[in-house]
């Protein structure tokens, strides 16, 4: 699972394969978005998850939100080459402030 | 489709020199960010802005500066810039609410290397 500061988690598997990334947040949030980075451009978001869903799918992602435990998860369906990318999600510490956990680094190989 | 842009995209910059970033953004948000993201690393928040002419400070705001001189323009400044402080920059906007729910809209970032 990611959170804060610690270093980047990296996953590695093959094409057509499903994997699933797990989050946990410290504080309370309304949503949980998740964001994706590619290399060498700035993260852009990908699905957000709202407090009162416990499942969100959207094309071959599917979030998940626990709220009692304070978790979500991303999963991707039949991934491929172009799911490569560094994976975050997001909570809302406050009103104003949107914190990341530390992201998991996704490579589909062939 | 929210536009944010960065400048430079890349910089070099001596020890002790002073640097600044500088973001754009085109679509009429409110809210605009400076994020640091280390190789390896998630991306911390280093000061934030809700409103022309203030703002706010961040987790980690030491050895930084920010200056928001209009709705559109958010400026990130090191002044005595720091090896430690070698890292990508990212400036993001927020769409308040809605649907949306406080989406970010990042910029390219700006890969700051200082010797």
């Known amino acids: 699972s990611q959170w804060g500061e610690e270093n980047l988690q990296a996953l590695s598997i093959q094409e057509g394969e499903d994997v699933t990334m797990n989050c946990s947040y410290k504080?309370?949030?309304?949503?949980v978005h998740w964001y994706r980075q590619d290399s060498g451009r700035g993260p852009a978001l990908i699905i957000l998850?709202?407090?009162?869903?416990r499942e969100k799918r959207s094309g071959r992602l599917r979030a998940t939100l626990d709220t009692s435990s304070q978790s979500s998860s991303l999963s991707i369906t039949a991934a491929q080459c172009e799911d490569t990318a560094v994976y975050f999600c997001?909570?809302?510490?406050?009103?104003?402030?949107?914190?990341f956990g530390q992201g998991t680094s996704l490579s589909v190989v062939p | 489709e929210a536009a944010v842009t960065q400048s430079p995209r890349s910089k070099v910059a001596v020890t002790g020199g002073k640097v600044t970033l500088s973001c754009h953004q085109t679509?009429?948000?409110?809210?605009m960010y400076w994020y640091r993201q280390d190789t390896g690393h998630g991306l911390r928040l280093i000061h934030y802005?809700?409103?022309?002419?203030?703002?706010e400070k961040g987790d980690i705001p030491d050895g930084y500066k920010a200056s928001r001189p209009s709705q559109e323009n958010f400026s990130l400044i090191l002044e005595l810039a720091s090896l430690s402080q070698t890292a990508v920059y990212f400036c993001?906007?927020?769409?308040?609410?809605?649907?949306?729910?406080?989406?970010?809209?990042f910029g390219a970032g700006t890969r700051l290397s200082v010797l």
């Open positions: 679509n009429n948000h409110d809210y």
């Open positions: 802005s809700y409103v022309a002419d203030s703002t």
């Open positions: 993001a906007s927020r769409d308040w609410g809605g649907e949306s729910q406080n989406t970010l809209y």
């Open positions: 504080t309370y949030t309304t949503v």
């Open positions: 998850i709202r407090s009162n869903e």
């Open positions: 997001a909570t809302s510490s406050s009103f104003s402030k949107l914190v």
